[in-house]
């Protein structure tokens, strides 16, 4: 039975589910970390705080289920930012305990004295002090119960002199987990059904809020007749076993999804935070279902807004909307996405040349069917989410909405701790991979066999891209990078550096064949365009501006390799 704080966070968390903690140890924790060694859950000990945030963001959003992770005070609970941030933003259930200097030194100037609550109370569903033995229990169970239910970071701040004391008593609070069903009312659902059976070109926007209602959405859709596009962070449990699905709009999208959503003269919305307006339609019926209130309208006005579980709502809509038998409208979009898919889908026929989709098409291809795979932000993570197939059973975590550089492998790292059988498949871009790269060294401490895969273009590509289209030279981009490959056999990991087509599925094989972590270091086509489902006339005319830059400036080639690698070197 714990007696001290430090054990009453630890068994109050270990309870609530959490089965491991992230971070590096210290000063104002030890006593926390003690605890941790003296009980069932596991401490996982990192290089930089930033990892350890991301890791166990990636843990929970995978498994969802509460992970853990903890800071000293100061610079130790400050460099968990961005990693925990990236983890909030996902709705991630992770409780972080942010330790502080002693109570008697607080507010008096002391070395590394930092008030977390400023700094993490703007992304996290709950931001509090620890004061007393007394509310440690009940806090850290609170702490808990809102990360898992609301789906998000929750943020415990304990000055590092209270972890060894004890309560006079302790009332034994315990987190609570709810599935609550929710729906519109009957008025509200007669009101969307009369929209949706008027329609004649009916479409589905589907988004993370679809995650538990795969069959219900895809029922309603039959029904329909309506193609069902889906957002970024919806693919895996949209994509898979769904002859409506007709990909992405967006930048990252392809025809087939931007004609559902922008062509259709009823849309509806279905656990959709989708933020960029100018894809949405202009004069269409727009219908949202959102369990948040605050989503509703927010990012495009709509003409019926109600609150309600996508699952629920699907269930009860079913039973109210008309049978639809005119196919023509989702066989058409259908056709268009398949179409698009396939020439998005870029294969050389040169040694020399590689392209990023032919490497994730290997990936792909060779991968296990539970395989998970997490990717970097920029163009891995374009890369993942065209050409990775769904299929019930894989996972995949870009950074979408918070949308962060170095993402990639730290949150691997957390998944294979939480699934040592399971293939975990880390989409790198050498520019993410450098940024944090001292945690590979975790990855040989702890013996965690992620499979990095580097596409590296010695460049910010993602930003080089930006640049061009909006008429810029492209500046300040070049990355140096080593061999990663060596650089992986320097530290105890496998690696290798593929620089020719004929050594590429070999490559790919060997890497998800050794049984441990390692690095496959590719070289892609630097010039790569990451082309959108529709080419606005200012983004051409902008790009070739960025073209007569370039020869103007001396730099000729780029303009030809750009060209050539994407338009000619098929």
């Not at 440690?136 to 002199?161: S, Y």
């Amino acid at each position: 039975m714990a007696s001290n704080v430090a054990e009453i966070i630890v068994e109050t968390l270990t309870q609530a589910g959490a089965k491991r903690c992230y971070g590096v140890v210290g000063d104002t924790i030890n006593h926390f970390t003690d605890a941790i060694r003296r009980s069932e859950m596991d401490w996982v000990h990192v290089r930089h705080e930033e990892v350890g945030g991301f890791a166990a963001g990636g843990e929970a959003f995978i498994t969802d289920e509460l992970a853990c992770c903890a800071g000293t005070c100061g610079p130790g609970s400050t460099h968990f930012v961005n990693g925990l941030i990236e983890s909030h933003r996902n709705g991630a259930p992770v409780v972080f305990i942010a330790s502080q200097v002693a109570t008697a030194e607080m507010g008096v100037g002391f070395p590394q004295d930092v008030d977390q609550r400023p700094i993490y109370a703007q992304y996290s569903v709950f931001c509090e002090y620890v004061s007393s033995p007394e509310n440690a229990r009940r806090l850290t169970a609170i702490a808990a119960q809102k990360a898992l239910n609301e789906g998000g970071v929750a943020v415990l701040i304990v000055p590092g002199d209270l972890f060894t004391q004890k309560p006079n008593d302790s009332l034994p609070y315990r987190t609570q987990r709810f599935d609550p069903v929710l729906r519109p009312n009957d008025a509200d659902l007669d009101a969307i059904a009369t929209k949706l059976n008027a329609g004649k070109k009916v479409s589905i926007y589907a988004g993370y809020g679809c995650r538990h209602a795969h069959d219900e959405l895809i029922a309603l859709a039959d029904k329909l007749g309506a193609p069902i596009a889906w957002t970024s962070r919806a693919k895996d449990f949209v994509e898979y076993g769904n002859e409506l699905e007709v990909g992405m709009t967006g930048v990252f999208g392809l025809e087939g999804g931007y004609r559902a959503v922008s062509e259709c003269d009823t849309l509806l919305l279905l656990g959709c935070n989708f933020a960029w307006a100018q894809f949405y339609p202009d004069s269409a019926t727009i219908i949202q279902v959102d369990t948040n209130p605050g989503q509703i309208g927010l990012r495009h006005p709509v003409d019926i807004g109600v609150v309600g579980s996508t699952r629920d709502t699907c269930a009860a809509l079913l039973d109210r909307v008309e049978k639809n038998t005119d196919r023509e409208w989702v066989n058409d979009c259908r056709k268009t996405y398949l179409e698009s898919l396939d020439n998005a889908a870029a294969q050389s026929d040169y040694d020399d040349l590689i392209h990023p989709q032919e490497l994730t098409l290997l990936l792909d291809a060779h991968a296990d069917e539970d395989a998970v795979f997490t990717a970097d932000g920029g163009s891995p993570m374009v890369w993942c989410l065209r050409h990775i197939k769904a299929n019930g059973k894989r996972r995949t975590l870009p950074s979408l909405v918070h949308g962060t550089m170095a993402n990639a492998y730290p949150q691997a790292l957390g998944i294979a701790k939480a699934f040592p059988e399971r293939q975990v498949i880390a989409m790198c871009g050498d520019g993410g991979l450098s940024m944090l790269m001292g945690d590979l060294l975790t990855l040989v401490q702890e013996q965690i066999p992620v499979k990095l895969v580097v596409f590296n273009n010695s460049s910010l590509g993602f930003v080089e891209i930006e640049q061009k289209v909006e008429g810029l030279l492209d500046s300040f981009t070049e990355l140096k990078n080593p061999d990663f490959g060596r650089l992986a056999e320097a530290i105890g990991l496998w690696g290798r550096k593929i620089e020719k087509k004929h050594d590429l599925e070999d490559g790919v094989r060997d890497l998800l064949a050794h049984n441990g972590p390692g690095i496959l270091d590719v070289k892609v086509n630097r010039m790569e365009l990451v082309m959108p489902p529709t080419v606005e006339p200012g983004q051409v005319a902008s790009t070739a501006l960025y073209s007569t830059k370039a020869i103007f400036s001396g730099r000729m080639d780029e303009v030809v390799d750009l060209v050539r690698n994407n338009f000619g070197r098929r």
